[in-house]
C-alpha cells in the first residue's frame, strides 16, 4: 500500500477512535460510587460556605477512580496505593504553597515526585495508570495561596475523603470473575488394598503367604523400576522448576529496567513542560506538567498520540463549558454545586471516551481552582488553553522519540516465556 494511503487510512482510523463511544453496561455504578465520595463531604463544604477547601475533599474523592473492574480485594490496595501516592502529593504541595517556593522550585520537586510516583504506580500496576493525579495534586495545593486555611485542615479533609471512597470501593460488589482455585488434596481416609483384604482362615493366609513369597522378586524389581522413574521425574522438575527460577529472575529485571525508563521519560516529559512554561511565562505552569504525563500512560506509540489528541480535543471543549460556568460571576455555593455534579460524568465517560470525560472534567477543575484562588476568569481559561498545548506537546514528544533501552522488551520477554508458563 503506497505511503500516503497508509498515512491517510491510520488518520482516518485515529479520528474514528477519538469520535466513538464504546459500549459498557456498568459504567454508571462506578461513576456513582466515585461521585458519592466526593457528594458527602462536598454537601457540607458548601452547606457550611467553605468552598474553597473543596479542591482537597476532590482529590480525596480521585482515589475511587482508582481498581476499576477488577474483584474488591485488587480494588482495595490499588486505592490505598493510589491515596497514599495523591496524599503525599497533597502534603508536599502545602509545604511548597506555605514557603512561597519558586516556579522553578516547583518544576525540580515535580519532575522528582514523577519519576518516583511513576516507580510506584508501575509497580502496584495502578489503573488508572500513572502519576498524573499524584502530580496534578502537588501542582494545584502549591498554587493555593497559604491564608486560604491552614494545611492540616486541608490534608485531614483530604484524608476523610479519600478513606470514605476506600470504604465505598470496600462495599461495591466484585466485577471481576470468580475464583478458579480447585482443591487438588486426595480425599481423606481413602482405604489401601491391605485394609480391605478379608481374613477367611489359614489356608488363605497360608496361600497369600506364598503367593507374596512367589512374586517379591517381581515385586521388588517393579519397586526399583518406579524409584527409578520417580526419580528421573524429580530431576526433570527440579530442572524445570530451577529454569522456570531463572526466567522469573530475568523477567524481574527487564520489568525493572522497563520500570526505571519508563520513570525517566515522566521525568523528562515533566521537566521540559515545567521549563517550557516558566521561561514563557505562564501563570500555571502545574498544568502543563500534568498535561505531559498524559500520553506516556498509553501502551504504545499509536495510543500515546490518541490519547494527546483526545488530552487537548476534551480540555478546548471543557474550556467552553467552564466560560459558562465562570464568567457570569454565580456565587460561590452554585460554583461549589456544578463540581459535586460535574464528578459523576467525568467518571461514566472516562472509559468509554476520554475526550468527553475531558468535557465535564476540565471545567471541574477550573471551578474549583477559582473556588481555591480567586483570580480573571478569562485569564484562567487561557492560561489552561495555553498550558495544556504546552504540555501535551511535549509528552507526545517524549514518548515517540524515546524508546526503550534495549530490544529485550517486557512484550517480548513474556512472549517468549509464555510456554513455560504452562
Not at 480391605?196 to 497369600?208: C, I, W
Not at 520500570?259 to 521537566?271: K, P, Q, T
Not at 457570569?328 to 468527553?356: D, I, K, Q
Not at 498545548?389 to 509464555?418: E, I, K, N, S
Amino acid at each position: 500500500m503506497p505511503l500516503h494511503r497508509t498515512a491517510a487510512h491510520s488518520w482516518r482510523g485515529l479520528v474514528r477512535e477519538l469520535l466513538s463511544i464504546t459500549p459498557r453496561g456498568d459504567d454508571h455504578h462506578y461513576a456513582l460510587r466515585v461521585a458519592l465520595g466526593l457528594a458527602v463531604p462536598g454537601a457540607m463544604l458548601v452547606l457550611s460556605r467553605r468552598t474553597d477547601m473543596l479542591v482537597f475533599a476532590a482529590f480525596g474523592s480521585f482515589v475511587g477512580m482508582y481498581g476499576r473492574g477488577y474483584s474488591r480485594g485488587t480494588r482495595v490496595r490499588q486505592q490505598l496505593v493510589a491515596a497514599t501516592m495523591l496524599g503525599t502529593g497533597v502534603v508536599i504541595g502545602s509545604a511548597l504553597a506555605r514557603t512561597h517556593a519558586r516556579p522553578i522550585t516547583l518544576v525540580i520537586v515535580e519532575t522528582a515526585f514523577a519519576a518516583l510516583a511513576s516507580l510506584v504506580a508501575d509497580r502496584a500496576r495502578l489503573r488508572p495508570a500513572g502519576p498524573f493525579f499524584g502530580l496534578f495534586a502537588l501542582g494545584a495545593v502549591a498554587a493555593i495561596p497559604p491564608n486560604s486555611g491552614t494545611p492540616l485542615a486541608g490534608l485531614s479533609l483530604y484524608t476523610a475523603t479519600a478513606a470514605l471512597c476506600v470504604l465505598l470501593g470496600a462495599l461495591h460488589a466484585d466485577s471481576g470473575g470468580r475464583s478458579t482455585q480447585t482443591s487438588t488434596a486426595p480425599p481423606a481416609g481413602r482405604a489401601t488394598g491391605a485394609s480391605l483384604a478379608p481374613s477367611v482362615g489359614t489356608a488363605h493366609e497360608e496361600q497369600r503367604a506364598a503367593t507374596a513369597c512367589a512374586t517379591r522378586p517381581a515385586v521388588a524389581t517393579h519397586t526399583a523400576r518406579q524409584t527409578a522413574t520417580a526419580g528421573g521425574a524429580w530431576r526433570a522438575t527440579t530442572a524445570r522448576t530451577a529454569q522456570q527460577s531463572a526466567i522469573a529472575s530475568t523477567g524481574q529485571r527487564v520489568l525493572a529496567r522497563e520500570e526505571l525508563w519508563h520513570a525517566g521519560r515522566y521525568a523528562l516529559a515533566v521537566a521540559l513542560a515545567g521549563a517550557g512554561g516558566v521561561a514563557l511565562g505562564v501563570a500555571h505552569a502545574n498544568w502543563a506538567m500534568a498535561a505531559a504525563a498524559v500520553p506516556l500512560a498509553a501502551g504504545d506509540s499509536r495510543g500515546r498520540v490518541l490519547r494527546g489528541v483526545e488530552r487537548v480535543a476534551g480540555t478546548f471543549i471543557g474550556l467552553g463549558a467552564s466560560a459558562l460556568l465562570l464568567l457570569p460571576h454565580p456565587p460561590p455555593w452554585l460554583l461549589g454545586v456544578s463540581v459535586l455534579l460535574l464528578l459523576f460524568p467525568t467518571e461514566l465517560f472516562m472509559a468509554r471516551n476520554y475526550a468527553l470525560a475531558l468535557g465535564f472534567f476540565t471545567p471541574l477543575i477550573m471551578v474549583m481552582t477559582e473556588l481555591a484562588a480567586p483570580a480573571d476568569p478569562v485569564r484562567l481559561l487561557l492560561d489552561r488553553g495555553a498550558d495544556t498545548v504546552l504540555g501535551v506537546t511535549v509528552g507526545v514528544a517524549v514518548a515517540v522519540l524515546t524508546r526503550p533501552r534495549t530490544p529485550d522488551t517486557v512484550a517480548q520477554f513474556r512472549f517468549r516465556t509464555a510456554r513455560f508458563a504452562r
